[in-house]
Structures are given as C-alpha cells and as structure tokens.
C-alpha cells in the first residue's frame, strides 16, 4: 500500500486536459487514440437539428482536420509516432439532447436572460475505439461540448491523436456570465474583426460581447430614426454598423452561443452627439478637456432637459430593438459635474424645474431606463450609478464595477447583481502607455499591465458574504481602444482574455503554473485558426512546462 | 511692417511636412498640385541604372498609386476637392547623380562602413508642374529621397494631390546609425516577417538591421560547417534560417538601404549549443534557473577551455561570411559568473592556466575577435564588455549601451564609438507584464512602456563632453521576443521604431506635439502598405492635431 505522500502525489501529476477553460468534472487515461480519417459527427434522438447545431458540427469538424496543433513537448510528438500509428480510431462523436420535445436552436437559447441559459454537458470519448458520446439538456449545452471535443486532439504528420483516451467530462459553468467587452468608438473596426472576435470568444465558452459601440469620439451605429448621429458622427460613411452590420453580428454571435450586450454610455461620453443635435450637448468640446471630461473632447448630454432626456430614451429604444440581447447598458461611468455647472442651458432647466442636477439625473435615468424597460430590456450600468449617485434603479439592474476591485463589494452592499470588469484586473489597454499628445512621461493611468497570470487569479467573491456572492453573474475583460485597431485587436486580446473565461466558467483558485500550458495550446490554436494570439513565452517554455516558472 | 511678435507667430505657423524622418532643411508652400496620371520617374546622366535603383523606383511609383492615404483631417479632403482638382499636374521627377564614374548601386552603399555611408540628397518639387528633381551624391541617397518623395502625397478620391508646393529639401542624416534590433531565437519569424520589416524599416530611413539571430532559446540560424546547432537546436526544421535565407534577407535588406548587423551573443546566452555541443557549455540548463542565468535556460559557452574558445571563433567566422556587414556583434552581456564557479570544467581550465575568469574571458574576447578581424569584420560588443570586464578591445570596437542610458557618460569616457539602445528609451518589450509562467504580479524587467514620446524625447549627448559626443553613432529600439511573435511584431514595433528613426536622423530636440500628427501619417500609411501598425490615438485625435494634448 501506498503511503499517502505518494498518493498526493501521483494525484498531483494526474495528467491536464488540454481544454480551456477546464470542465469542471473530468478524468482522463493513458490511451493513445486517433481520429478516423472517416470521422463523422452524428445526431441521435435530434429529427430536425436547427441549421446552427448543423452548423457548428461542420465548423467543429473542419478544425479538426484544420487545427493541426502538434502537441507543446520539445519532440512535438515525434516519439509518440509509433504509439499514434498503433493507436485505436474513433470514428463517431454522436450528439443526443436528454429533453424532450421542440428542440430550440443555439441561438435562440444564447439571447434567454443569462441567468436562465443552460450551457453544461457530458461528453464520453471510449478509449476502444467505439462511438463517442456527447450529450446536453440544450443545443447550447451540446455547443460547448463541441468546442471542448475539438479541443482534445493534437497533429502529428497529418494523424489527430490524442494520448489520453478515455476522458469522461461533465461539465458547465459556475457563472453564467463570461464577457468580452470591445469599444468600437475610439477607433472604428470592420465586421469582419467583431465576427473573428466572436469565434475566438466562442472557442473558450465566452457567451456575451459587450459592446461598447459608440462614445464621444464617433458614432457609427446606424439607428434607425436617428440616422442623423452616425451620418454626422462616424468617422466615415464607411467606418459604420448599419442595422444589418448589427443584425448580422447578433446572428453570428448568437450561433456562437454569445448573446451581444449593446451599449450606449449616457448622459456622459456624448460629445459627438453634438455633431447632430447640438441642442442636446452641454460644454461641447469645452477646453482644456481636462475640465469637463475624463478624455477629450468634452460634452454631455443635457440631462435637465426633457427634450434631451425624451430623444435619449426614443434613441435607446430604437437601438435596443437592433439586438435580441434581454439586456441594455446605459453606461453611466464618468459624469462631469463641472460641464452642467459651466452650461448656463443645463443650469436654466434645473432652475426652472427647480432641481439639483441629482435629481434630474434620478429622472433622466428614470425615463431612459423606462424606455428599454418598455422594450423589454433589463438595464445595465456602470458603477457609479449606483455608488456616486443617487438615482432609483430597478433592483434587476445589473451593474459592472470597473474603477476597481475594491469597489465590488459597495455594490454587493446595494444588492444590485453585479459583473466583474474592474481596470485593475481586467483592463487589456493598461500598461500601453499614454495616449495623450506631448505627455512624454504619462502613462496608461491604469499601469501596469495585467498578464493573463493577474486576471487569472482574481477572486470573485472577495470581501462579500455569502448572500452577496450570490449577486456575482461573473466577470469579462475590456478593450478600450484609445490605441487600439483592427492592427492590433487579436494581440492585445488573446490569449489573456481566456483567462477570465476560465475563470469565470471553471471557477476561481485555478493555479497558473498548472494552467499556462494549457494556455500555450489555446494561442497556438488560435494562430491555427486565423487569430494572431501572442506567445506568451519564448516557445522553449512553452515546450517545457514549468521550466520557466521563477523557482524552476 | 509686422512686429517681430507676430513674425514669430506666423514662423511658428509655418506648415509641417508630411515626411518622417523630418528633413533636415526644407521650405514647403501653399499650392495646390496633383501628381498626373502618366506620372513618371526618370534618369538624368545615369545610364546604366543599378537594378536596385531601377527597383526602387517601381517600389515609389506603386506606392504613388497604392497608398490612397487620406490628409488626416476630419473631412479627410473633402473641403479641398475643387482646389485639387483645379491644380495643376506633376508629371514627372528626375533623377540624377552629382557624382560621375562608376555608379555603385544601393546595395553596396548600404554596406560600406556606416561612418562612411552618403545617405544625403536634395529635392526640389515645383509648384508650376514643371518637372521635380531629386539629386544625390550616390544612389542610396537617391533612395532615400525617393522615399521622400512619396511622403509628400495624400488621396481624394484617386487623386494624389499636396496642398504644400512648392517643395524645397535638403535633406541628410545627424547621425550614421538608425537601427532596429530584431531578437528571432526567443520566438521565430518566418522570412517573410523579417522581409516585411525591412520595408517598414526603410520607410522611415533606418539604415540597420540588429539581427539578434540566436540565443540559449534556440539556434535558427544554419552556419556553414556547423549545422549541427540549428539541426539540434532550432525550434523545429522548419524554423531556420539557411544560407539562401540569410543571402535573400542581406540582399533585399541592402536594396533598401539597410545593412543587416548580425549577432551571436558570446559567452552567456549560449545554453542551445549544448543539445549539440555538451562539451562546450557550463551549467547547461541547471537549477534554480535563477542563480545561473538572468532567464530559462542557463547555459554559457566554456570560455576558458582553448577547444571553446576556438570553436566559437570558427563559427563567428563561418557566420560572419554570410553578411555583406562591416560589423558583427560578439554580445558580452549578462555573463554569469556563479555558473563558472560551480562547472568543474571551467574551474579546472583555469587552474590549469592559472588564470582568474575575467583572464579567461579576456583570451577569449581576444582570440573571437582576431577571428572577426581577419574576416574583415569590426567587433560590436554590449556595455558590460568595457564596462564591467577589463578585456582587451580593438580601438573601432562599437558599444551598444542597453542597461541604462545613464551608462552611456562611462561608455564614452573609455573612447569607444557608441549605439544607444537603453532600456530605459528604447525597449519595445518594456510594459508588457512579466512572462515567467508562475508570477502573479509580475511585471517586465524594465516597466513601465516606453512611448513613442519617451524615445522621441532622448537626447543622445546628454552628460557627454563635445569632444565624447562625437563617439555617438547613432540609436535604434529592440524588440526582445519573449512575448513577442509573427502575431504581434507589427503592432509592437510600430510606428514606435520610427520615434528612433526621426531622432537619430533629423537630430534631437523635436517637439512631441508637432511631430505627433506626422506619426500619425506614418502609421496610417504603413498600414496602407500592409505592416500592421497601431493607432497611436482614436482617430477623433489624430484629425485634429493637438486637440488631445494635456494643455488642449
């Protein structure tokens, strides 16, 4: 018998499966297994598989014949050739939905409420050679399964393989929600970058784009009945997202498993409004800009105004109707006070109306909020909403916190539901130095730079009781794009924006040395398949697990 | 008559120059032009043009056609459409040398000593729509004026236009030496990568190529008569760089203008040659790694055995004849002496001369650099070689000073000429977090990210007498690959590198605001020609210069 030291052990070296995030119950074995050159992915009990479920079966099959990811050892698997050739082939996975009954497609079940999304699934891959077998309660659930069945397999000389037959995974996430955010305002991105964007999401089970898509820089969404704003806002009549730009996003995303979270920030980062309806903008590109706003250039919306606050909420409303997402965001971060008390229209409505500028936020946000309320929309904002100002929200809203960390627990305190999306862990744009013109000495103000390794061991129930953890539905990281474009998109998102879609799928206290070479196949991967992630190591780590830890 | 105030003012106002590296001496005007479309480029009294000159020629003339890069103004040009289309046509630009005899071509300009290198010219654009001239004393000066030349350009809608004629440049380099360090063994580049560089590099008239081509990671480059370190110690058989490689990199290198400076680090930095030369590296991969290396693996080459040091000097000579360079870099940086005192091989050889390491070191530096000497080669050395090792050096041995740029003073005070390329300036790899696998708040080495403002912003003869000034050849910016790869080199080299380009060409002292809005061009029009530069601001900034300045 064993003493129990060896025992731990032996435990300790049970070998990793290359999936990410990692299911949250597996077991694997030692068992060389390739893939049949026949391989095919098949339905059982599904008569009419919605055209996505068929879809993403076809998109999974292709990368395993395309991915041709040698397996990160320094022979790249050249002395496990003769094991391979040996090895048993696997010539089915078969897909079968323990429910009865119509049978929703991926995207319909992508867009439900996030709460009530159902994303687990089992997956059984014999190490005989007989059928694998995945099964789900969703055509959601069975997605994921997909994107994890694609996932266990390696490239030597043309053979997908796997050493590690048979695995037996049960898995799904510990919180439903897992975000990317992108801001397309700053500067602009084609379609073509979203939807890459959103096969990346969708490779590590990442299921809302958060998308940032106008600010006072620009405005390219197209809204219909305020088509004013992007004509007279983007950058360029091309540099837009015309309704359907956005219908063809959602629809992507949704196929993805990915719902989009459309956001338009009010009453603040506005300014390019102006360029339409100058009548709704208070202290409009107002210098110095470091007066009235946190970046240039300066202006808000007029907030005391009802004819501001009345085209603010037919605008959200109009923009709302664009998605299929249940949620809205009407941001709310970073109201400049000193833009009302300069704007001399802004102070005659208060005055008139005989309020202080909180409370005619408390009504801006009320009647805005309303709008998408009517549309069906659960409304979603920035921290400060409820930690700056005292404005009555709807106890469903959900709130983000990104100041900081430490601001979570503030917010728990109010009982709003909450998403992690603080800068000092989940910001990608910190630590590129500063943006601002002549400063030869600034500095992202959110220095530094947070590696994969820092959002990885974020803990998101830090500082809250147990009741409070509760109102956690998860977390994203964030691209600003004050420096940021088409050019360098893929390299400053990924791999780091894996980590926190294993954390927030797997669960937190994932240990980083132990996960990094799983990491190393996720960037891999992706360059396989078109996304430019960036090594994370010089590869001689990357073939060498641990060996570039600090105590190696 | 003005007053002097308002003389100043309207000095100040004078417009810029759409031209990175900024001239040195140059006069712009107000007319309109257009570049005809039967524009073409011609030779005057050169009547065997050297292909490389004729090539270049057809590079300029595409680009004419090609780059469609719009004034960064917010109506992109818009505003000036009739004004354009009203202005008269250029038709042609002439070429012709003031020199007579033989005309070298490009390449062999771009190889000759750098000290001794004519990179000057002068080009005269007319505002009539008579024909431009460009004249130079050698072909490569011709090339840089054509490089020039298509600078001065934007599109409106097919038509390639200024607003600025007449032109008036003369133009040359402060300084002879404007590199770019490239480290290929952390992570690989295809040749492809490195060709692409090229461009960009002699876009912006940088005039060397740092070829850190191998290192203790991996050994890509294939050395005649020692193939076994790339045959064991590349990446994978793929992931080399032949002889026909390195001749197709030095030739379209020096086509461009570009002396392509190579490197094999020597001692340290060293480990890989063990997997095919055991006999001839100390502390080969031990552990800690920390106390025997500054980063995995540890390894330095055996410098006090005569078998080492004899060794090294055939390969640096075998490796040095596949450039056409005056110069080739032995490193000396980072040598670890704890992995010296722990290998009983070292510690024999030099009982057994009776010498101390640094004697041993000294021989060696010796005894390498004869060996670089008599293959015609001047000996290129980091600082620690003069600055913390007391070996006997060659009087033209030049120091690349990269710890600190407070170094530079002691540098200078032991009379070696000097490149600059400190850390703490020109790093490309600086804030991108730390890459060991297991460190949560770590962060890279030499943080925080060092701006285009920051590099743009050194003086090179700071704390240096005039008489030590004269030792500074130049400066360049480095990228160190840990965490870079084909996915990321664009977007983390530029347009930063160019910051070095136009400081060491036109000379310090320039002003970050001004020469923002120029930078701004050069990023937009590499990405025209396909290098994936960033966006150094949203593009709401970048049309109005200064608007996102601090004091704005």
Redesign the interface.
């Known amino acids: 018998m064993l003493p129990l030291v060896v025992l731990s052990l032996l435990l300790a070296v049970t070998p990793s499966i290359a999936v990410w995030p990692v299911p949250r119950q597996y077991s694997t074995g030692t068992t060389p297994l390739r893939l049949s050159s026949s391989f095919s992915i098949k339905f059982s009990g599904i008569e009419h598989a919605p055209r996505d479920l068929v879809d993403a079966v076809a998109r999974t099959t292709s990368y395993l014949r395309t991915d041709k990811l040698q397996a990160l050892v320094p022979d ?1 698997g050249a002395s496990s050739a003769r094991a391979i050739r040996a090895a048993k082939s696997l010539s089915s996975l078969t897909l079968s939905l323990s429910t009865k009954g119509k049978v929703r497609s991926i995207s319909e079940e992508a867009v439900v409420d996030v709460e009530s999304r159902i994303e687990g699934y089992t997956l059984t891959v014999p190490a005989n050679g007989s059928g694998a077998s995945l099964k789900a309660n969703s055509t959601l659930g069975l997605f994921r399964g997909l994107t994890t069945f694609g996932q266990l397999w390696y490239d030597w000389e043309g053979t997908t393989y796997t050493l590690q037959a048979p695995f037996d995974i049960n898995d799904s996430p510990v919180y439903p929600y897992r975000g990317f955010m992108l801001d397309t ?4 991105f084609p379609v073509s970058d979203i939807k890459r964007t959103l096969d990346a999401m969708s490779w590590v089970k990442i299921n809302t784009l958060h998308w940032h898509v106008v600010d ?3 405005f390219p969404l197209v809204v219909p009945g305020f088509t004013e704003l992007s004509a007279k806002g983007a ?2 009549a091309g540099q837009v997202y015309t309704p359907s730009d956005v219908k063809e996003i959602v629809q992507y995303a949704a196929a993805r498993g990915i719902d989009v979270l459309a956001e338009i920030d009010t009453p603040g980062h506005t300014s ?1 409004i102006a360029k339409s309806h100058p009548e709704h903008i208070a202290c409009f590109e107002a ?4 007066q009235f706003a946190n ?3 300066a202006g808000q919306l007029r907030l005391a105004s009802s004819a501001t606050t009345n085209f603010t909420a037919s605008l959200l409303k109009s923009a709302a109707s664009l998605f299929l997402s249940k949620f809205f965001s009407t941001g709310g971060d970073e109201i400049n006070s000193n833009c009302y008390a300069k704007d001399a229209a802004t102070q005659a409505d208060l005055a008139a109306q005989g309020k202080t500028l909180e409370q005619a936020l408390d009504t801006f946000t009320q009647v805005t909020h309303r709008a998408l309320k009517d549309a069906g929309k659960r409304a979603v904002v920035w921290e400060e909403m409820v930690l700056d100002h005292p404005v009555t929200l709807a106890n469903d809203t959900v709130v983000m916190v990104w100041i900081s960390s430490a601001n979570v627990a503030a917010v728990a305190q109010k009982g709003y539901k909450l998403v992690h999306a603080a800068s000092d862990y989940f910001y990608l744009d910190c ?14 103000w959110c ?5 994969w ?2 959002s ?2 974020f803990n998101p129930t830090a500082n809250l009781t147990a009741e409070q953890s509760k109102l956690v539905l998860g977390g994203q990281q964030l691209l600003w ?8 998109l ?3 998102a990924w791999p780091r924006a894996a980590s926190s879609a294993e954390l927030f799928w797997s669960g937190p206290g994932g ?3 132990k996960a ?1 070479p799983r990491l190393h196949d996720v960037a891999f991967r992706f ?1 396989q398949r078109g996304v ?10 990357a073939l060498r697990p ?7």
């Open positions: 790249r305002a700053r500067n602009y006072s820089q620009s950058y360029s390019i210098a110095p800009w470091t970046e240039p250039p630590g590129g130095g500063g943006w601002v013109g002549e400063n030869i000495n600034g500095n992202s220095d530094p730079f947070k590696t390794q820092k990885y061991s794009t004050e420096q940021s474009g088409p050019s360098n893929d390299p400053i240990d980083v040395s990094l360059v430019n992630a960036i090594p994370l190591q010089p590869l001689w780590c641990g060996a570039c830890d600090l105590d190696a």
